[in-house]
């Protein structure tokens, strides 16, 4: 850490004149953007664009997720003055990387939320800029894929989860923090023989031709072998990243809103994360996080460390030649 740096460096979140490099401001005061990465909502020159979606009308228990962003930028903080680990480049000092803030909408109105979320990553797209986005209750990765598919085609998704989230929901206007998937499959926007679910560890029947990765497979083949499983599946389709915070094991991330044991570890999603890059990811979320459910933070500190991964794998493709 360059501490003449951090004596200086205050509230980078809007004192940052460059898009690009590593913020040394103290990890305990300041403005808690994403990674210190700047406010703003002008995207010209940006390759990633980090937004928040505040959103769990949709929980089975625990509601509380709509906190989730808050706290996963709080927590990023912790590894702002650090380039990612593991990685051969640093995306924070290569990429130009923005904190775009969160989607605005009206909590009283439930059914336009899914149209306004799809419009607020459609006006990043158009942009060319990938989004990153902080959530939330998982349902809002079915608006998010509706934006990414009309710029794309159908996507292949790579979802890390304790639950499929493809139960049975012909109704498209329920939003359904546990159908969303079904519908994405159903609605022709993910194309399920190119997507893989990683950790599952729930029932359900009918996974609509999803190739499954079950928690068990994770612990007895090893990560590494997983992750090049996985690669193997996605080949060169454009893919979207979703991570349900529950996919990790509740001793890692008891802050969620359905906690399922015999999860991944953090180490085991760490060097999946790590060992899928090349893959043709254009997007990503992190879900789930509920910090109502865990004083000690360690769930948000996973999610922005997951979203962090997240950020790498865009750069991957960006800066390897």
Known sequence: MALEDARNQVDEAFTNPDLKGLSFENTFGGATSFLRRLYTKELKGVDI??????FDQAVTNRPGTRLGPRAIREASALQS??????WPFDALSELAIVDYGDVAYDYANIPAFPD??????RTILAADVA????????????????????????????????HTDTWADDDMSRVDHGTMFYKAVKSGIV?????VQ??????????????????REVHESGPAAVAQKIKGILGDSPVY?????DGLDPAFAPGTGTPVWGGLSSIQAQIILRDIAGINIKGGDVVEVSPPYDTSGA????????????????GWNKLQP
């Not at 306004?116 to 990553?121: A, E, P, S």
């Not at 959530?135 to 979802?159: C, N, R, V």
């Not at 950790?199 to 009918?206: F, K, M, Q, Y």
């Not at 769930?299 to 865009?314: F, N, P, R």
Request: with cysteine.
């Open 49 to 54: 664009a980090v937004t928040g979606v505040p």
């Open 116 to 121: 306004t979320l799809t419009d607020h990553i």
């Open 131 to 162: 989004s990153v986005s902080l959530g939330g209750d998982h349902y809002i990765s079915f608006p998010i894929l509706k934006a990414y598919a009309e710029k794309y085609g159908p996507m292949s998704l790579l979802q890390f989860d304790a």
């Open 198 to 215: 990683v950790g599952i560890r729930t029932t359900n029947e009918d996974t609509l031709g999803v190739n499954i990765i079950d928690a």
């Open 191 to 195: 194309d399920p023989k190119r997507s």
């Open 299 to 314: 769930t948000a500190i996973a999610g922005a460390h997951v979203a962090t991964q997240i950020v790498c794998l865009l």
């Open 241 to 245: 990243l979703s991570f349900d915070i």
């Open 81 to 86: 003055p650090d380039a990612p680990y593991g």
